[in-house]
C-alpha cells in the first residue's frame, strides 16, 4: 500500500486532526510549484536566540530612545541613536513612519566613505563609537542585497524555551516535539516531482533535524557535516565495503506492497534482496510496523539513486566562493574582531558555509538547513550583564557572513534557469530560537522574534511588523496585514504560524491545501510577489 498524503498526515497530525481537515474540505494533495517562484531553499539557524533590534530598527524615534542604550562601547560599539539609524537603500528615513511596513533600516556602524574603516570614528554619535564593517554586506550599493530581503517582525514563538523555540522556527507549532512537518520537508517533498534528478532533497549540516513526520521517505532530512562525509555514507568509493558489490541493474520499479510502478531502480545484488526482504516483512505485524518498513524501503530505493548519481565526484567538481571573490572588498579567507584583538576569529569558522555552498550549486538538493555562529563559536546563549554588548558586536559580524552568502549567490547563474540567480531561485531562511528581552532589560529569553527572508520570489526592501511601544520591559509584536488561511484578510500580532506559512507559500504552497499546520495560520501580506 503507497502512503498517500491523507494516510501520511495522519500519521503525523492524528485521527482527529484528520477527521477535522476532511469536515472542512482541505485537500492533503501537493501542488505544482509555480513559475518564478524559488525552488530550493537554505534555512539558517542562528544558535541562541537574537536581539534581531540592534541589527535592524523597526522602532520608532521614542522607542529606541525607550528600549535602546545609548550610543556607547568604543572599539566595541553596541547601542544606539535615533540619528543613526538609516534606511539601507539611503533614502530619507523616516522613524516615524505610520503603518507595519517601512524600508529595511537599522544602525549603521560603518563609514559609509570607506567601508573597510575599522579605526576612525562616527561623529555622529560624538565619537563614542569606533566604526565597523560588519553588516555592510547588506547594504553594499554595488549589489543592492536589501532589494531581495524582507524582515518579519515581532512573532510570537509562544516560548521561551530553546528546544521548543526551535521548533516552531522550523514547523510553526512551539513544544518539545514536532506536530508538523519542518518546512524544509515540506519544501523538499514539494520540489521532489519536479525535480527527480536532485538525489539528497533534505540536507541537515547541523543543529535541530528538519524532520519529515510522516512525510514519504526522501523528504526525510540525510544529515552530512563537511564534503568528506559524502564519502563513507553515500558513496560506493571504498573497497573495504564494496568491493565485487558495485554492479547495478536497472530492475523495474516496485512499490512497497508490490504494485508495479513506472521507473526502475539502480538496484545492486544486495539492494534487490533487501528491497524484496523488506516488501516480505508488509503485513506480517502492525500497522505502524507497516509504515516503517515502508519509510525504509523508499529511503533504499532513495539511496540506491544517490549513489549511482556519483554526488562525490559531482561535489568534488563544484566550486564554492567563485564570483564573490573577485571584488577585493569581500575576500574568501576575511577575519573579524569583535573588538581590536578581543576576540577574532575566520569568516569559514562560522558555519559550513563552503559545503553549502557546493551543494546548492550542484543542484544535488532542494533544501539545505545549516546551523551558524559567530566568530569563536559564538552562540549568542548569553545571559551575563555584558550580554547584549557581545550579542551586538557578534551578530553584525555573523549577518556579514549570512549577507556575504547571499551575495555569491546572487552572482551565480541558476542551473535549471541561466536567466535566473542562484538567489532567485532559492529562499534563504534566517531564523533564530526566539528574540531576546531588550537590551535595557538584559538578554534573557523572550518569545517575541523576527525572521528573515531573502531572495526568491520576495517583496525585498521591506520591514512588515513592529513592537507594542507601550509596553514596559520588552515588548510583543504588533499587529500586521495577514490572509488567514480561509482567504480572510485581518490584521493582527503575528505568530510562529505565520512566518512557516509565509516561508511554504514563497514556494506556491497553499495553506489549508498542500500543508498543514495546527492551531491555525496566516500568511503575511506583501512579502511574496504576485
Not at 524484496?276 to 516503517?292: M, N, Q, V, Y
Request: proline content about 7%; charged content about 20%; overall charge neutral.
Amino acid at each position: 500500500m503507497k502512503l498517500s498524503r491523507r494516510r501520511l498526515f495522519g500519521l503525523a497530525l492524528g485521527a482527529t486532526q484528520m477527521g477535522l481537515m476532511a469536515r472542512y474540505g482541505l485537500s492533503t494533495a501537493s501542488a505544482a510549484t509555480v513559475p518564478g517562484r524559488p525552488t530550493k531553499m537554505l534555512a539558517i539557524w542562528l544558535d541562541g536566540g537574537l536581539h534581531w533590534e540592534s541589527f535592524f530598527a523597526p522602532l520608532s524615534r521614542a522607542g529606541i530612545t525607550k528600549y535602546i542604550p545609548t550610543a556607547q562601547g568604543g572599539y566595541i560599539p553596541w547601542g544606539y541613536l535615533p540619528d543613526q539609524v538609516e534606511n539601507f537603500d539611503r533614502s530619507p528615513v523616516d522613524l516615524d513612519a505610520p503603518g507595519p511596513a517601512r524600508k529595511l533600516r537599522g544602525p549603521i556602524y560603518w563609514n559609509w566613505a570607506n567601508p573597510a574603516d575599522r579605526t576612525g570614528t562616527n561623529p555622529v554619535v560624538s565619537n563614542q563609537q569606533v566604526y565597523r564593517p560588519w553588516g555592510y554586506a547588506w547594504a553594499d550599493p554595488t549589489y543592492k542585497l536589501y532589494e531581495k530581503a524582507s524582515l518579519l517582525v515581532g512573532a510570537d514563538q509562544n516560548t521561551a524555551a530553546h528546544a521548543s523555540g526551535i521548533v516552531a522556527s522550523m514547523c510553526g507549532v512551539a513544544g518539545s516535539s514536532f506536530r508538523a512537518p519542518a518546512v524544509q520537508a515540506v519544501i523538499a517533498n514539494a520540489m521532489a516531482n519536479r525535480f527527480p534528478d536532485r538525489p539528497i532533497p533534505n540536507v541537515s549540516l547541523g543543529g535541530t533535524l528538519p524532520t519529515a513526520l510522516g512525510l514519504p521517505a526522501l523528504a526525510n532530512p540525510t544529515v552530512l557535516r563537511s564534503a568528506a562525509s559524502v564519502e563513507p555514507t553515500l558513496s560506493d568509493k571504498r573497497d573495504s565495503a564494496w568491493k565485487g558489490l558495485r554492479t547495478r541493474t536497472d530492475v523495474p520499479e516496485l512499490a512497497f506492497d508490490g504494485t508495479p510502478l513506472t521507473g526502475t531502480v539502480p538496484a545492486t545484488a544486495v539492494d534487490a534482496a533487501l528491497l524484496k526482504a523488506l516488501r516480505a516483512e508488509r503485513g506480517l505485524s502492525s500497522s505502524g510496523t507497516d509504515a516503517l518498513m515502508e519509510q525504509l524501503y523508499e529511503t533504499y530505493k532513495g539511496e540506491s539513486r544517490t549513489i549511482r548519481r556519483d554526488i562525490l565526484s559531482v561535489l568534488g567538481n563544484t566550486p564554492s566562493w567563485e564570483y564573490l571573490k573577485s571584488n577585493p572588498s569581500y575576500p574568501v579567507d576575511w577575519a573579524a574582531c569583535i573588538g581590536v584583538a578581543d576576540v577574532c576569529g575566520q569568516g569559514a569558522s562560522m558555519g559550513s558555509y563552503d559545503f553549502a555552498l557546493r551543494l546548492l550549486k550542484s543542484d544535488l538538493v532542494s533544501s539545505v538547513n545549516m546551523r551558524v555562529t559567530s566568530i569563536s563559536n559564538f552562540s549568542f546563549d548569553t545571559h551575563s550583564s555584558t550580554g547584549p554588548q557581545q550579542h551586538a558586536n557578534h551578530l553584525r559580524i555573523a549577518l556579514e557572513m549570512v549577507g556575504r552568502m547571499c551575495l555569491e549567490m546572487s552572482l551565480t547563474p541558476s542551473k535549471s534557469d541561466p536567466a535566473r540567480s542562484l538567489l532567485d531561485e532559492t529562499l534563504v531562511y534566517v531564523y533564530s530560537d526566539f528574540g531576546r528581552t531588550f537590551p535595557k532589560q538584559g538578554s534573557d529569553h523572550h518569545p517575541a522574534t523576527c525572521a528573515l527572508l531573502v531572495g526568491g520570489g520576495i517583496q525585498g526592501n521591506q520591514m512588515l511588523g513592529g513592537y507594542d511601544e507601550t509596553m514596559n520591559g520588552s515588548p510583543m509584536g504588533t499587529p500586521v496585514d495577514l490572509v488567514e488561511e480561509d482567504g480572510a484578510r485581518v490584521r493582527r500580532a503575528p505568530r510562529s504560524q505565520d512566518i512557516a506559512a509565509t516561508v511554504m507559500n514563497a514556494f506556491g504552497l497553499a495553506p489549508g491545501k498542500d500543508f498543514f499546520i495546527p492551531g491555525g495560520y496566516g500568511v503575511y501580506d506583501g512579502v511574496v510577489k504576485g
